[in-house]
């Protein structure tokens, strides 16, 4: 991360934790909502709304946690664990990043008490969890970018089929016929080799881009250019390069002529990219913003195990590669203060940090998927 966006994290985590003082991330209150159910359940939930827990005042908790798992959420992980710390002295957590594949392995063997990640655990996967079933915690929600790094182009369009051709290495130059389409007013400057930057780990942004390759340029109902099909991890071509984190990949756009490379959009910030204006589901072509990934999430539809999918979604203002993240933890805690600590944690997140993600390049939650991950957090077993 780059120094200013370091100075910006530390201020805003100062902002926080008087909102913390304030009893906000207080332990749980009595609720009459109905909750969701844990993965592996057979237990079901209303589809309608879910309405919030009643927060009690402020209880002093003091574990210490060690989690790892994705990078896209990373930089708001960082802020809210700051101010947590702040408003709790005695806890203590440490987030790894990582990537998405490697906190799904580390919650799987019990070596971290959470795990980031931005995709779902496999079906088959799931019996493997050495501590049973688990709840996923959605935090919040943000744009891929599909950032580049071509001098004098400070606008482009791209569509889902021309993206997929160019990570496919169809196309592998700026002037190739099929990104002139789509930029006429560019086309002096279209020239050089096209460099593919990518992720090398076990990757959720990954995952979530290649999930929108596959819906929009994938087999029918997509237009069938895309091939590669979708994973947290890809046999991408070996002319390519790959990068660990966001971050790593946000480093090879910014130090390579003609590169692009798909980035969440607080390192893309971060590191002063710029990206491409998406063509989304109604045929417009649209900016990641978070307005934009926004309007992508409100028209998810809400699963009881409370994953959602906002990519390719519907609607003229929806940025088509929106990506959810979730939080995953085990439903049985096995250690008293420390599950304390983390429900006393998540219950901040879902709380006082939804108000402040704008800040730090996310969006919030809609408010249903809010109040269901409340509820959920009555579904921690913490041992007496």
Not at 104 to 112: F, K, P
Not at 195 to 220: C, M, Q, W, Y
Request: net charge neutral; with cysteine.
């Amino acid at each position: 991360m780059l120094s200013t966006k370091r100075r910006s994290v530390g201020l805003l985590a100062a902002t926080l934790s008087l909102a913390l003082f304030a009893g906000a991330c207080g332990d749980d209150g009595d609720t009459t909502a109905t909750t969701p159910a844990a993965t592996g359940s057979t237990a079901s939930s209303s589809t309608g709304s879910v309405a919030s827990t009643t927060t009690v005042a402020k209880v002093d908790v003091t574990g210490t946690l060690a989690a790892s798992g994705a990078t896209f959420p990373k930089a708001f992980y960082e802020v809210a664990i700051e101010a947590f710390k702040k408003a709790q002295p005695k806890a203590a957590i440490t987030y790894a990043g990582g990537g998405s594949g490697k906190g799904r392995t580390d919650l799987q063997n019990q070596v971290v008490d959470f795990a980031g990640s931005d995709g779902l655990v496999k079906e088959a996967d799931k019996a493997l969890y050495k501590g049973g079933a688990f709840l996923y915690f959605p935090t919040v929600v943000a744009p891929i970018t599909v950032s580049y790094n071509l001098d004098g182009v400070d606008k482009l369009n791209l569509s889902a089929d021309t993206i997929a051709k160019i990570f496919q290495r169809q196309i592998k130059t700026w002037d190739d016929a099929a990104i002139v389409a789509e930029n006429p007013d560019a086309k002096a400057k279209l020239t050089g080799p096209i460099t593919v930057a990518h992720r090398s780990d076990s990757s959720g942004t990954t995952e979530n881009f290649t999930i929108f390759l596959n819906k929009a340029a994938g087999p029918a109902p997509g237009t069938g250019v895309w091939t590669l099909k979708s994973g947290s991890t890809v046999e991408w071509a070996a002319d390519t390069q790959a990068g660990s984190g966001n971050a790593g990949v946000a480093q090879i756009v910014k130090d390579t002529k003609g590169a692009i490379g798909y980035v969440d959009y607080s390192d893309a910030k971060a590191v002063g990219l710029k990206y491409a204006n998406v063509k989304n589901k109604a045929g417009k072509f649209v900016a990641p913003t978070l307005d934009g990934a926004s309007a992508a999430a409100a028209g998810a539809t809400i699963k009881d195990d409370l994953s959602y999918d906002p990519l390719w979604a519907d609607g003229d203002a929806a940025y088509p590669i929106a990506a959810p993240t979730w939080i995953l933890v085990y439903v049985n805690q096995t250690d008293k203060v420390k599950g304390e600590t983390t429900k006393s944690f998540l219950r901040y997140i879902l709380t006082d940090g939804q108000k402040v993600t704008t800040s730090v390049d996310y969006a919030p939650l809609p408010k249903v998927l809010v109040d269901k991950a409340i509820a959920q957090l009555e579904m921690i077993k913490i041992p007496a």
